[in-house]
């Protein structure tokens, strides 16, 4: 079992930038890839970002690459996302999710994951 929370939501300006962060506990987080999502109200669950359990690979959705980056440190067993260039159509409820030893583009899909946090709110104002 794998315990996933984020952190570091919160309302911003449009341009302005975030980092969100996901703790795990429960299980050797670095034997886990890790994927970003977010739901907007009244929309489906979509990709944002993932990052393979050796954290050689990353993908992005098209909509935020350039702008978000995702990162790990297995140390502290946590997952990062910054993102910077906010635009209000980034507004959503974030998600981390987890998978052992996902590194494909799989990682893309929700259907992938075992473990989600709970989420944090990210508000961008125009």
């Known amino acids: 079992q794998v315990q996933l929370v984020e952190s570091g939501g919160g309302l911003v300006q449009a341009g302005d930038s975030l980092r969100l962060s996901c703790a795990a506990s429960?299980?050797?987080?670095?034997?886990?890839?890790m994927g970003w999502f977010r739901q907007a109200p009244g929309k489906e669950r979509e990709f944002a970002a993932a990052?393979?359990?050796?954290?050689?690979?990353?993908y992005y959705a098209d909509s935020v690459k350039g702008r978000f980056t995702i990162s790990r440190d297995n140390a502290e067993n946590t997952v990062y996302l910054q993102m910077n260039s906010l635009k209000p159509e980034d507004t959503a409820v974030y998600y981390c999710?987890?998978?052992?030893?996902?590194?494909?583009?799989?990682?893309?899909?929700?259907?992938?994951?075992?473990?989600w946090g709970q989420g944090t709110q990210v508000t961008v104002s125009s």
């Open positions: 999710a987890a998978v052992a030893f996902g590194s494909n583009i799989l990682l893309k899909k929700t259907q992938t994951y075992n473990y």
């Open positions: 429960g299980r050797t987080f670095s034997g886990y890839a």
């Open positions: 990052i393979s359990w050796s954290g050689d690979l990353t």
